[in-house]
């Protein structure tokens, strides 16, 4: 699945030679892939104890037998969380002394300081509190724990004024006696409450403002309870108002919420409480913004309007993008062109700006204008960067690392425990749990060790971890994994979906991306609207597809089989291509959104340009999937063949037509870290 041996390409960039051909994909290169390292799954009697102790859980002479497992602390989590209502506290000081080192340790000391707190174990509860812990519930149980042992003193009130300020939301019902007590105590004063109350303003939740507002006296509980009243539905007569700062900011927060719903009331609304309140710009911007933004979003005729209406202070990066995409789907090309100009720099400089303005302008006449921009994104590796390439007839830009690592290294990652356990439970399906272990490993690891888990992991069927294991990990951006391609973009069943592709006539790196896109891969995934396996089908759409082809059907969990979720979502594209015309972009676009957006779409704007037809399509998750998809096509054909389709000719099914090729024309340098210090690591949260 992946190769060590850096290639003669990398070498010469990193020297500083000419640009020459991107490197041949790993499957075709010369250099040996080092071999997979494959992690022992666990045992069918360890599969069998662990069904077993998540069920009804195991004793502990059950328990002894798969003492000095990987999984060892998992199991035994997964058994004693089932007897937590009467376990002894020894037993559960025990677990957390002999998991201490281990990720496990986390959630079984939450769901044991839960546990001690039903029990009214308050004593052995602030023992095992950890101050690293942000859990409101648990937060406030603790300040419980410290009340019921008559140990209230002022860092108990500081404590809890500290989290009644931290939210504007609800808090969990564990808070409510500890906000009694501080209350009862002098602990919230009215400068307090209001401050709570300015927040809960900001999160527009009334029902909580109402809460607030029962214990101000009288007369301000009156205006608080016709604050909340008026974010709930604001059609009031604001004139008896105090014109203040706070009653300024709840009329335009109400008047923002209302403008989502109804863009139209809110914009009759406006005038007259700006003239009774005195709304300032940033007031009367933040309900403009919404106006104008569930306008444009619907394309509706007031759009292009009621976006000059909007004050500059109060544009942001989206709003910026839908004036740029409101001209674009008017056809508009000079406002275009002036709205991409108004964005900030770092914005119109994103291939996508780029590109668009390099077409507007060509669209325009313009197409002296248009060359330098077009070549500024020819130099991305993404969709606008590969249709930028094709408009100025040369090859993609694509400059593959591949880091050279060791079998040595390799090795060490493969024997770290947490990795271990974390693919062992990856094969026991049991995610969340494999995703602690993982991000624990990764607090140790150097870069280079990093890149090397995703490797390992992908060895063992884990491929999303080159999702989630670059470029953006922990918080912390690493821009140069964008050219980690062989680890971002696992290929897997390639027998399978060639096999299926050329069944359906379809082409088989469209159908490698769109199991990128959809699953990452993994043929147990399953979403909220319950879409399973490699391409994410739903079981009507599965059991109405195999009937069409003659093909048995046993079932919905057979998606989770690759070979039949293969065949099926296949099949399924093949359908919506006959359907639409055999334009994959707006196959694409229906296979993410349902038929019915879909027709909407196409009967708004017929015969628009695909890249801007695309880039105007009124759902974000939808507009970039679309050209997700797309990109990921190109990089899959590379991966497959070396060179690529023409995205420009993809995008329209043609598929016949004439092949590029791929160049690296510069080579930024790769960054390295230096190993990170051991970190010890106790009995504590780790969040």
């Not at 058994?79 to 002999?98: I, V, Y």
Request: with cysteine; proline share 7%; hydrophobic share 45%.
């Amino acid at each position: 699945m992946h190769k060590f041996a850096a290639p003669l390409l990398a070498l010469g960039l990193l020297l500083g030679l000419p640009a020459t051909a991107a490197q041949t994909p790993p499957a075709r290169a010369n250099a040996k892939p080092s071999p997979p390292v494959l992690i022992p799954v666990p045992t069918s009697a360890f599969r069998a104890a662990f069904e077993a102790a998540t069920r009804s859980g195991l004793d502990d002479i059950a328990l002894a037998a798969f003492r000095g497992q990987p999984l060892a602390g998992w199991l035994e989590y997964s058994a004693l969380r089932q007897r937590f209502n009467t376990l002894p506290l020894e037993r559960g000081d025990q677990f957390l002394q002999r998991y201490a080192n281990e990720a496990v340790a986390q959630p079984f000391r939450h769901d044991w300081l839960k546990a001690l707190a039903a029990r009214n174990e308050w004593p052995a509860y602030l023992r095992l509190w950890d101050a690293r812990i942000d859990d409101p519930a648990l937060r406030c149980l603790r300040l419980q724990a410290l009340m019921s042992l008559n140990r209230i003193d002022p860092a108990w009130t500081s404590d809890a004024q500290a989290l009644w300020r931290s939210s504007g939301n609800s808090f969990p019902a564990q808070c409510d006696p500890v906000f009694a007590q501080l209350s009862a105590q002098g602990g919230l004063p009215d400068a307090l409450r209001w401050e709570r109350f300015d927040l809960a303003v900001d999160a527009v939740q009334a029902g909580v403002m109402r809460s607030i507002a029962s214990g101000f006296p009288a007369a301000e509980t009156a205006q608080a309870n016709a604050y909340a009243s008026y974010i709930d539905a604001p059609d009031t007569d604001v004139s008896t108002w105090p014109k203040t700062p706070r009653s300024r900011k709840v009329v335009s927060v109400a008047l923002a919420k209302l403008a989502k719903a109804s863009p139209d009331r809110a914009e009759a609304m406006l005038p007259d409480v700006t003239a009774t309140l005195g709304l300032d710009e940033n007031d009367k911007g933040r309900v403009l913004y919404q106006i104008a933004l569930w306008t444009v979003a619907s394309y509706l005729p007031q759009s292009a309007q009621r976006l000059a209406n909007v004050p500059l202070s109060a544009y942001d990066a989206s709003l910026h993008e839908w004036q740029a995409r409101e001209a674009l789907a008017r056809s508009d090309w000079p406002a275009a062109l002036a709205a991409i100009k108004r964005m900030p720099e770092e914005q119109r400089s994103d291939s996508r700006w780029l590109y668009l303005a390099a077409r507007s302008s060509e669209l325009s006449g313009d197409i002296n204008s248009a060359k330098p921009l077009y070549a500024q994104a020819a130099l991305k590796s993404d969709f606008h960067g590969f249709l930028a390439a094709d408009q100025l007839n040369q090859p993609y830009t694509l400059c593959p690392w591949e880091p050279l690592i060791t079998p040595t290294e390799q090795l060490a990652i493969a024997k770290d425990p947490a990795i271990i356990r974390a693919l062992q439970l990856f094969a026991l399906d049991r995610k969340g749990w494999a995703a602690r272990e993982w991000n624990d490993a990764l607090t140790r690891f150097t870069d280079t060790q990093r890149h090397i888990a995703v490797a390992v992991a992908q060895d063992n069927g884990w491929f999303d971890r080159g999702v989630f294991g670059l470029l953006n990990v922990d918080g912390k951006r690493y821009p140069s994994e964008q050219r980690l391609y062989t680890l971002r973009f696992p290929l897997h069943h390639s027998d399978s979906i060639r096999r299926e592709a050329a069944r359906n006539v379809l082409d088989p790196a469209w159908v490698a991306a769109e199991i990128r896109a959809e699953s990452v891969f993994d043929p147990n995934a399953r979403s909220a609207a319950d879409a399973r396996g490699l391409m994410q089908v739903i079981p009507s759409t599965g059991a109405a597809t195999a009937a069409k082809l003659g093909l048995p059907w046993t079932g919905a969990d057979s998606l989770y089989d690759a070979d039949t979720n293969i065949t099926l979502g296949t099949a399924y594209l093949r359908q919506l291509m006959d359907r639409y015309g055999g334009k994959p972009y707006q196959v694409i676009a229906g296979y993410n959104a349902g038929p019915a957006p879909l027709n909407r779409w196409l009967s708004q704007r017929p015969d628009m340009d695909p890249a801007i037809w695309i880039e105007t399509i009124s759902y974000k998750e939808t507009r970039e999937y679309v050209a997700r998809v797309l990109s990921f096509s190109t990089l899959y054909d590379w991966r497959l063949n070396g060179d690529a389709h023409r995205l420009t000719d993809r995008m329209l099914g043609n598929i016949d037509g004439p092949r590029k090729g791929f160049v690296c024309p510069a080579a930024p340098a790769i960054k390295t870290t230096a190993p990170k210090p051991a970190v010890k690591r106790g009995r504590s949260h780790r969040s």
